[in-house]
């Protein structure tokens, strides 16, 4: 599709940076910097990687556009992980073994199943736009309702409250705080100046969060593959000439100790236990390494 745009999936990105840099403790700036909606907001979180570690942050700025959601090039919305490409490949896990033709025949069963499950679905919504747009209206409506609006004129607005006041341009559809700017979703400051401008403040959600556009996604049904009564003729296929390791083969990759330990809801195995010195009970070195006077 020539308006899609490509980026990169921040959890992969996070177990690169702890397994190439060990900065796992400075990650929560790398978050910051990813999930920054304002260009001075991501500035900030660099200028605080750059004097952790320089070589980080010189990683980093290589291609922002890629990992960053306020400097990427095009609509990403909220979306900063490659979740639903792991879930195809978790729901087909079982039949990779299976020969091609049945592997295909595995996944058209399957993504009908999921289209017609979530076809009936869009069409039992009685709501302007999807389940998960409405809840977030719901929450930013009832902080919106405690902000204090000034007009400037018809169609600009100054919010106070929340982290910070902002400007909200209705015609331009634009906030300063950056979250309508980046997901398409009226934030709370929206809201506010849309209640005081007296407009329905679902006229500035974008079409694509819309029931519709919801349906559309799963209207075309996926047909499986007609009879033919063709004669095909039989040709012998013989495996590719490459040497199989010894062993059964594997289904899963190898997971890092970042997923092995949030799966098992515990802290991760590489954290290592802080030793104190028995002598003069200081942290950093134990009793042989001690220069206390006796």
Not at 3 to 29: P, T
Not at 124 to 150: F, K, N, Q, W
Not at 188 to 208: L, P, R
Not at 261 to 269: A, D, H, I
Request: aromatic share 10%; net charge positive.
């Amino acid at each position: 599709m020539p308006w899609a745009s490509r980026g990169i999936c921040y959890y992969h990105l996070q177990g690169n940076i702890v397994k190439d840099f060990h900065a796992k403790e400075i990650m929560y700036m790398v978050k910051g910097a990813a999930y920054a909606h304002t260009v001075p907001e991501y500035d900030r979180y660099m200028d605080l990687i750059r004097a952790a570690n320089p070589a980080l942050a010189t990683y980093l700025e290589t291609d922002p556009k890629l990992w960053s959601r306020v400097h990427f090039e095009g609509d990403r919305y909220n979306i900063k992980t490659s979740n639903i490409a792991e879930s195809i490949n978790s729901a087909v896990k079982k039949a990779k073994g299976l020969p091609i033709p049945r592997l295909l025949e595995f996944i058209r069963e399957k993504l009908g199943r999921w289209f017609s499950k979530r076809r009936e679905d869009a069409l039992s919504l009685t709501t302007r736009h999807s389940r998960g747009v409405e809840y977030i209206l719901a929450i930013r409506s009832y902080y919106a309702g405690s902000m204090i609006v000034d007009r400037i004129d018809a169609w600009r607005f100054h919010v106070k409250g929340g982290r910070r006041d902002c400007n909200v341009d209705l015609e331009n559809r634009t906030c300063s705080c950056g979250v309508y700017n980046v997901e398409k979703i009226p934030c709370s400051h929206v809201i506010a100046a849309a209640a005081e401008a007296n407009v329905d403040m679902s006229y500035y959600v974008c079409a694509t969060h819309s029931t519709p556009s919801l349906f559309s996604t799963y209207a075309h049904p996926i047909y499986p593959k007609e009879g033919t009564d063709s004669h095909v003729k039989p040709v012998r296929c013989l495996p590719p000439g490459e040497s199989v390791p010894s062993g059964r083969p594997k289904k899963s990759r190898w997971q890092t100790w970042l997923e092995m330990s949030r799966k098992k809801n515990t802290k991760p195995r590489k954290t290592h236990k802080k030793y104190s010195c028995s002598k003069c009970k200081e942290p950093g070195h134990t009793r042989p390494n001690c220069v206390a006077e006796d």
